[in-house]
């Protein structure tokens, strides 16, 4: 049975943003509810490593305020904690 990768950003445009730049790395990855996107994998915590490394580029490349944090088998955006 494969696993997978939950990923929760914390708006919307978000999720669509990171949706759109896991498809450009080749992933499978799927929108569930408003702003969660789910990605089937063979090895979860590879693909978590893999998918938090392409979430910390996405954020760097359009200069947004958050910072992914993988707990538990899911990667969360959210903003600094202050």
Known sequence: MAESV???AARIPD?????????????DARPV???SIEVPCGDA???ADKLLAIAE?????IGAPFVPIKHEGTIYIRPPLS
């Open 57 to 61: 580029d996405a954020i760097m490349s």
């Open 33 to 35: 509810d408003e702003v």
């Open 15 to 27: 999720r669509d943003r990171l949706l759109q730049e896991l498809r450009e790395a080749g992933l």
């Open 6 to 8: 939950q990923v929760e």
């Open 45 to 47: 915590e590879e693909a």
